[in-house]
Structure formats: C-alpha cells, structure tokens
C-alpha cells in the first residue's frame, strides 16, 4: 500500500486567518484532485508565526477557532483526506486580579470535516528569538492518527529536537514522524536542522517529514527547506529554499515498516553560504515590504559598499520600477562616488535624483555659529550632514509612500559608528545583521550571480574595492576610527554572538588594544541600537530579540 504526502511548505501572514485558511484549502484541494491523502502544513499555519502577544487576546484566538472550522467545513468532502493544521489552543481563565492561561500550541488533523487527532506541543523553546513559555502551556500527550493503513506520529518542531517525544510516538505505534516547523533562518542552519533530525530518526528508528514554514516575519525569515529522511537518516527529499513548494512524498507500507521514496528531482541540493544569504535577505525585503503595504522603497546611495549592496537586494526583491535611489553629495562627496552611484543606477535601472546637502549644511552652521563660536568643528558637524541625508529621505518616505531602507551594517551597529537620526532614519534595516567583511562577499557574489534576473554585475567594481568611508570630512577612512574590518567583524562575532569573554579573545592573539575598544563601543552603544529600525536576523544572534542588555549598566568583564 502507497499513502500519496504533500508538504504544503507555505508563505503565511500573521493575523491574516481567513487568508491563511484560504491557502491550506486551496492547495489541499488540489492535492487530494491528484491522489494524495495526507497533507501536512507547518507549525501555527492558521495564525502565522511568531504572532506574540496577539496570542493573549481572546478575540484573535476565536478568529484562529473559526478558520480552523472553516477548513475543516471547506475540506469535509473530500473523501479520505487527513490535512495537518497548526492553530493555536484554549484561552484563558481571568479573575479581577490574574489571568491563568490554558494555551496550547496545536496541530490537528482534519479529516472529512472532523478533528480526528490532535497534539499539543510538549518542548516550548525560550532562548534567541523564542519566548513561547510567554504564550503556551506544554503538552502531555502523544498524536498518532492512521492514514491508509499507514500511522503518523505527530511532533512539532522543538519536540523533534528531544529524545522523549518521538519514543513515546513510536511506542504508541507511529511509523513515521511528521514534524510541524517554524523554525526560524540563520547562516548555518539547514544542514544543523537535518544533522539533528537525522539524530533522531537514528534513535527511535522511524523515517520522518519535517513540514517547514516560509516568508520573512518582521525581523525573522523562514527558509523553507522542507525534507525527508528515510528510517536510515539518508535524505530522500529537500523542497527549494526561501519560496513556496510542494513537497511529493510516497509512503511504502511493508513488512519493514514505513519507506518513505520520492522522485529523484524532489532532492533540491543545499545551497551555498553566499547564495542561502543573498535570498534570505531578498525574501525579508520583499516580505516585509509586501505584507506591510508599502508601495516601493527609497534609499541613500553614497558610491558606498553598504548602499550599494541594499539597492542590489532591494532591485531583486522587488524590482526596479519601484525602487528610488537618491544621492546628497556633500562638500566632502569624491568624484568618484558620483560616478559610480550614476554607473550603477543605469546597471539596475533605477530611478535616481541627485540632491545636494551643500546649502542645508550652510544654513545649518549659519543657524548654530553663535551657540558653535570659538568651538572647534568635530563629530557634530559629521552628525548634522548625516541628519539632512535622513530628513530628506524621510521627508520623500512620506510624501510617496515608500519605505526607507537604511544602509548600515552589524560592525557599525555594535561599536555606534552610525548616526542616530541620520544614516539610522528609516523604516527597515536591510543588512543590520550583516558584518562588513560579509558585506564585501556578498558584493563579489552578486556581481558573479544573476539568480533573479534583474542584471549581472550590478555592483561597479571600484565600489568594492575602493576603501570604505562616511565621507563626512576631509580624507575620511572608516579605518582611521575602527579597527581593520578582518580583525573587528571577528571580535564582534565572538564576542557578541557567542558570549566569549575579553581574556579568551587576548589569549587567542587579538590585542588588547582591540578587544577593549570593540567591546567598550559595544557596550556604549546599546541606546542607538534600541532606537535603529527593526531589520533581517541571519546569524544565530542578531541586535534584537535575541539581544537583551540594559543600557545603563555599571558591568565591566
């Protein structure tokens, strides 16, 4: 006997039920038109995830019960079909002075308009971006449901990363696990995900799907990547990354138990580092921007490394048409960041204006002169050239619509070299989790790599390789106030990424000099970073939810 398995790997809205409701319906329907009777769909379809405190709302829980019973009412004719769903549980219990949650994060299974089993999730993460003890109260029981002859263990995503959950599916009789996921992206994580599954289709023996979320979420993206493993932990089928797919899988019911097969072409192979980077940061732009509304999106081009790559993302996330680059050269502009913003604007295809900040800057210093009398031209006067660049960019924001997308990376974010209210003004920080050194590799990448179509090439060589600058006052290097991005971008990742203390990093050859200052900036910083916009997290450890330090804080390591 053969059980036909889709994998309905999706792009979900937080919030957005009747819609979310509309899309499970769709696909199932054209699943079981093509002979499948078991269709999974990932954790918390209903209601999208992460949905945070909406979860403590009554009326949203209500609106995530309605359109589970509008799937299982819209589905009920179509004879056989078992369609996981992931909803959110229960609500809670309130007296004048508490309230007592009962919240369970669920899957159930449809079948013929009836919830025929259901599984509440037993391991409830609480670390980097997760806070699900806030929302959910853990599971006790097992899910186990029989499809053609065929038993289905039922996990959702945190459980799969326990011995006990899948033990106690298999000794009630599973033979395959499907596992529910929302588990958000981070450089890395993919072959860690499949490395761990494979941990545990080694212990308890049986094969197992693993249904994955996609789309970005504010600041975090799922990447898809929906698999199977075969009870030998070999892969047997990898959907496409960082888009919508349809997962085909077989489930062969022999003597042996459950084999799980699928065509050859269902194995997608991994994708590079550079190449799962640049669509993890495609999707969080056109995500964001597209589940917000926005009708385009505006940014600085200085002839800059930073600006450039944004423009190259944005181009590719959503197209040039609705893409505004403007340049605001000041009286310490090169030539050169003139010719190479024109040459790549006309390599995209861009609408592009030049604005000068010369005569705001003017009546700016003209306006301070007596407050700025017999004091000495510093960072102040950097700061204001950087604040007129982001008023005119926030001005166009709102007389257009469009979103402004700063440019700033992670190795200015931690040690403050960004301007609050400045080159910070804006709407969505594109590669605020990006260090400058992979900056500079995703560049070389993209001019090397066309996977949109928008143009090859798109980035001029001499940005590349020209040395960074603010151009901000004369002869401006960044490296004149950082250290070199090699040495800096690895202090930042160990530091603060991987919580390794000062001493271990000076034990490992870094001078002191450095470590001291890198971390001091760090820690000086927090304030701009509480106040920058929300932007995509691709590394296991971003300025954001997974960040929490107080700003005044007397700590010294």
């Not at 209601?47 to 949203?60: Q, S, V």
């Not at 999707?283 to 081009?301: E, M």
């Not at 931690?414 to 209210?421: D, N, P, Q, V």
Request: aromatic letters at 8%.
């Amino acid at each position: 006997m053969t059980l036909q398995i889709r994998v309905a790997q999706l792009n979900f809205v937080v919030g957005d039920m009747p819609g979310n409701a509309r899309k499970i319906i769709d696909f199932a329907t054209r699943a079981h038109a093509e002979g499948v009777r078991l269709v999974l769909t990932p954790e918390l379809s209903i209601c999208g995830y992460a949905a945070e405190d909406l979860l403590l709302r009554p009326a949203f829980i209500d609106a995530c019960d309605d359109a589970l019973k509008t799937v299982a009412r819209e589905l009920a004719g179509l004879k056989g079909l078992h369609v996981v769903v992931g909803h959110p549980e229960g609500g809670g219990l309130r007296t004048r002075s508490v309230a007592v949650t009962r919240r369970h994060n669920r899957a159930s299974v449809l079948c013929e308009g009836q919830v025929v089993c259901a599984y509440d999730k037993r391991e409830l993460p609480n670390y980097q971006v997760f806070d699900e003890r806030r929302y959910f109260t853990p599971g006790h029981g097992v899910g186990v449901f029989e499809v053609e002859g065929v038993r289905v263990g039922l996990l959702i995503c945190e459980d799969a990363w326990f011995d006990e959950p899948a033990r106690l599916a298999r000794d009630a009789g599973a033979q395959v696990l499907a596992v529910l996921n929302a588990s958000p992206f981070h450089a890395g994580k993919g072959p860690e995900r499949e490395q761990r599954m494979r941990e545990r289709v080694a212990d308890c023996g049986l094969p197992l799907i693993y249904a994955h979320l996609v789309g970005g979420q504010d600041e975090v993206i799922f990447e898809g990547r929906s698999f199977a493993l075969n009870a030998q932990g070999q892969s047997v089928a990898r959907a496409e990354g960082f888009r919508e797919a349809d997962l085909a899988l077989q489930a062969v019911l022999g003597q042996q138990g459950v084999a799980l097969t699928a065509a050859a072409e269902a194995l997608v192979p991994l994708a590079s580092a550079d190449a799962e980077l640049w669509d993890a940061l495609v999707l969080g732009v056109r995500d964001y921007l597209g589940k917000n509304g926005f009708r385009g999106a505006i940014l600085g081009l200085s002839g800059g490394i930073d600006s450039a790559l944004v423009l190259a993302i944005a181009v590719d996330a959503i197209g040039a048409d609705k893409i505004h680059a403007v340049m605001m050269p000041s009286p310490y502009t090169a030539d050169i960041s003139w010719i190479d913003s024109r040459d790549m604007v006309k390599r995209l295809n861009v609408r592009y204006d030049e604005i000068s900040i010369a005569p705001l800057f003017d009546g700016f210093k003209l306006a301070l002169s007596a407050q700025f009398e017999g004091l000495k031209e510093d960072t102040t006067e950097e700061n204001i050239q950087a604040r007129i660049r982001g008023t005119l960019l926030m001005a166009l924001s709102n007389k257009t619509g469009a979103i402004v997308l700063t440019t700033g990376n992670k190795s200015e974010m931690a040690t403050g070299y960004c301007t609050l209210y400045g080159d910070m003004a804006g709407g969505f920080a594109v590669i605020k989790d990006v260090v400058k050194t992979r900056v500079f590799d995703l560049a070389r990448w993209r001019n090397l790599n066309d996977p949109y179509g928008t143009g090859s090439q798109p980035i001029p060589e001499r940005i590349i390789t020209r040395p960074p600058s603010a151009e901000l006052r004369p002869d401006q290097k960044d490296q004149d106030s950082l250290p070199a991005y090699e040495v800096l971008d690895a202090i930042i990742q160990r530091y603060m990424e991987n919580d390794e203390g000062v001493e271990a990093l000076i034990a490992d050859g870094f001078e002191r000099a450095d470590v001291e200052k890198v971390t001091r900036l760090i820690k000086l910083n927090e304030y701009k970073r509480r106040q920058s916009p929300v932007g995509i997290r691709v590394t296991h450890r971003s300025f954001g939810k997974d960040w929490r330090y107080p700003m005044t804080n007397k700590f010294r390591a």
